[in-house]
């Protein structure tokens, strides 16, 4: 039996110590290396898009405020006809319309600048005696005219009353291109900023860095003038035309701005 033993073809103990002692030492660091990088990986994953916050800075805000002259309005132009039969109230509807249509490209509207908005056809009833009885029908149309000559406005409102529009609103007036107008305003602002901070260096003696963050308060409205003439015709405003103000837009900006101290 020792003989057999002693012919084994496994190793004895004493003969492989000095390796599993070796290989032990190996796994352990490979466990402890590759335990360190994972938790660095960890580490750059949560900081991944957050930028390093210098020690010092200098935060200064800057505002601006202007105001601009619209110079386009929106007009809502329409009328309601009431007849027996839908012939009838369609031919009376669709005549008054039109003329004014017309009339409005006299003055140079362009028809891209005419958009009908809204035709119905409605039965209209009586009630008596618990009854419902169709006494005829009910065709009503509206056109939206954008006007980019704000001086057409008057004479506009005042022929709509000419050709018997009963269902005139508006003008709301608006700048065509706002964007354009708060640029300028935003840029008074970033300029108010950076003087604001030029300041405030020279007072603490030091010198600014870089630009490292920004912040625009985006919450500016453009105010709009409206006026709104319900049934003109009947009002008697056919006689001359109604006394239009434009007014004006008021446009802020406010931004702050974060620089580094060096």
């Known amino acids: 039996l020792r003989k057999c033993m002693t012919n084994s073809v496994w190793p004895l103990w004493q003969e492989i110590k000095p390796f599993a002692l070796l290989l032990l030492i ?7 290396f590759f335990g360190v990088k994972i938790d660095n990986e960890l580490k750059s994953t949560q900081l991944l898009g957050q930028a390093d916050t210098p020690e010092h800075t200098i935060s200064v805000t800057g505002e601006a405020d202007s105001s601009a ?10 009328y309601v006809a009431e007849a027996e039969t839908v ?5 009376e509807n669709v005549e008054a319309v039109n003329q ?5 490209k006299r003055l140079g509207i362009d028809s891209e600048d005419i958009k009908t908005q809204d035709f119905s056809v409605s039965p209209m009833y009586t009630y008596e005696d618990g009854k419902r009885e169709q006494t005829g029908f009910q065709v009503s149309q509206q056109v ?20 018997g529009l009963n269902r005139v609103s508006g003008p709301d007036f608006t700048l065509d291109d706002p964007d354009a107008a708060y640029q300028e305003v935003r840029l008074a602002a970033i300029e ?3 003087e604001e901070a030029n300041e405030l260096a020279a007072a603490l003696g030091v010198s600014l860095g870089k630009v490292i963050g920004f912040y625009e308060n985006t919450n500016q409205s453009y105010p709009r003038a409206y006026a709104e003439f ?33």
Do not use: C, H, K, W
């Open 69 to 78: 002259v619209p110079d386009i309005a929106t007009l809502r132009l329409g």
């Open 192 to 194: 108010d900023a950076f």
């Open 87 to 91: 012939s009838d109230a369609q031919t």
């Open 26 to 32: 190996l796994i352990v660091y490979l466990i402890v």
């Open 100 to 104: 004014m249509i017309a009339a409005v």
């Open 144 to 163: 939206t005219v954008t006007v980019r000559n704000t001086d057409l406005v008057s004479t506009i409102l005042e022929q709509s009353a000419e050709y």
């Open 230 to 262: 319900a049934d003109v015709a009947a009002l008697g405003f056919g006689g001359a035309a109604p006394e239009i103000e434009v007014g004006s837009t008021e446009l802020s900006a406010s931004v702050t701005i974060l620089f580094q101290i060096p």
